[in-house]
């Protein structure tokens, strides 16, 4: 995992990640959990994930409507429309 929050308190950086599909819920909370620990000192009160695929979006919303550290957004590949 590569982190880049900023310590500080007078700004802040879009700081995102980009989450790979398939996660379940009890993955997505560990992930969280684990992130949060780590980035304490931090004082990360969110993170934005970017989903990669469409196969978790239950998973994302379940988790987004539950737990206020995450939210999410999907990535559209501008080169890739889906025209079905």
Same mark, same amino acid.
């Given at each position: 995992?590569?982190?880049h929050f900023p310590p500080s308190?007078?700004?802040?950086?879009?700081?995102h990640n980009h989450l790979s599909s398939g996660?379940?819920?009890s993955q997505l909370y560990a992930m969280l959990n684990e992130? %949060? #620990?780590?980035?304490?000192?931090f004082r990360l009160g969110k993170v934005m994930e970017? #989903?990669?695929?469409?196969d978790a %979006?239950?998973?994302y919303k379940d988790v987004s409507s539950q737990d206020?550290? %995450?939210?999410?957004?999907?990535?559209?590949?501008f080169n890739k429309p889906d025209v079905k």
């Open positions: 995992m590569g982190f308190e007078e700004y802040w950086v879009d700081c996660k379940t819920h992130w %949060f #620990a780590r980035l304490d000192g970017i #989903a990669e695929g469409t %979006f239950n998973v206020k550290r %995450f939210s999410w957004l999907l990535h559209m590949p």
